[in-house]
């Protein structure tokens, strides 16, 4: 997929939401191995190093992987999101990177948002990130943030699966040149550990499974081919090896039409995740460590 800045980035990436950092360089290792060539991480995920390490070992050059990582809420600010980038920096191994995203809009801190995205602008015109973006901005914070910045955001990354298709918010950003960026794409969210204990799956869904039977493909791919082919650039996560493989070999097929708007129907509403006007200092205020 070409961005809005020019920069060209993989349609598929390897997410490492939830993962353990004992476990993320060996899942990194493996997605590098079969043919991954982007890493979405956060620093609120505590695993930037383990990612960096991941690459290091690939052998692959620095130029052959796609790297994104965001700013947690407690780093927003002019100066504090330019620490952020050091920090993350560091952490990771790398000078420049990839795709440098805000991680929330932070509503009720926004003017601190507003400082945090100027502090991404400067980033990018000193060419220590070639593409910056934002993370769970729904339409009134994009609005906001469009009139008091200069750049637009290359990248949204929100919750989209077929439960859950913000088809307002997809519009939205793809009116504006802003690739949506698809984080848990399976439906994860609907089945995580601490997220979705007692949800319906989307891994489980009749008409998931049917299109999958068809195609003989599982419910995971048909998915990921569903937000392929809807434009949607996607970032599943997993830790096993399998999975990892599996979620990659998507090319190789297309959804009819009917299948495509078969899955579209399946959207409930329901955010899987936190809703972006509670993320809140006093709810998610966790300091990053220094590298």
Not at 24 to 46: M, N, P, S
Not at 259 to 282: N, S, W, Y
């Amino acid at each position: 997929m070409t961005l809005n800045s020019g920069v060209e980035m993989p349609a598929v990436g390897l997410g490492v939401f939830q993962s353990a950092p004992e476990e993320t360089t060996e899942a990194v290792a493996v997605a590098l191995e079969v043919g991954y060539r982007h890493i979405d991480t956060a620093a609120a995920y505590g695993n930037e190093r383990e990612v960096g390490e991941a690459i290091r070992r690939s052998g692959l050059v620095r130029e052959e992987v796609f790297i994104e990582t965001k700013v947690w809420i407690t780093d927003y600010g002019y100066d504090a999101t330019l620490h952020a980038f050091d920090k993350s920096a560091r952490k990771l191994g790398v000078e420049q990177i990839d795709l440098f995203i805000l991680h929330q809009a932070f509503p009720n801190g926004f003017e601190l948002t507003i400082q945090a995205y100027r502090a991404l602008e400067k980033l990018l015109s000193d060419g220590k990130v070639r593409a910056i973006g934002v993370s769970n901005f729904m339409p009134r914070h994009l609005d906001r943030l469009l009139a008091e910045t200069s750049i637009v955001p290359a990248v949204n990354q929100i919750e989209v699966h077929p439960y859950f298709r913000q088809s307002e918010l997809l519009a939205y950003d793809s009116e504006r040149g802003i690739v949506n960026q698809a984080w848990s794409p399976i439906g994860g969210v609907t089945f995580y550990p601490g997220w979705g204990e007692g949800k319906k799956s989307t891994l489980k869904d009749p008409v998931i499974v049917e299109i999958a039977a068809a195609h003989d493909k599982t419910p995971a791919q048909v998915m990921l081919r569903w937000h392929l082919q809807q434009g949607r650039q996607v970032i599943p996560k997993s830790v096993k090896p399998s999975r990892i493989r599996e979620n990659l070999d998507v090319v190789d097929f297309d959804l009819t039409e009917d299948q495509l708007a078969a899955i579209d129907t399946l959207d409930t509403g329901v955010r899987g995740g936190p809703e972006p006007e509670d993320i809140t200092l006093e709810n998610f205020g966790a300091k990053i460590p220094e590298a």
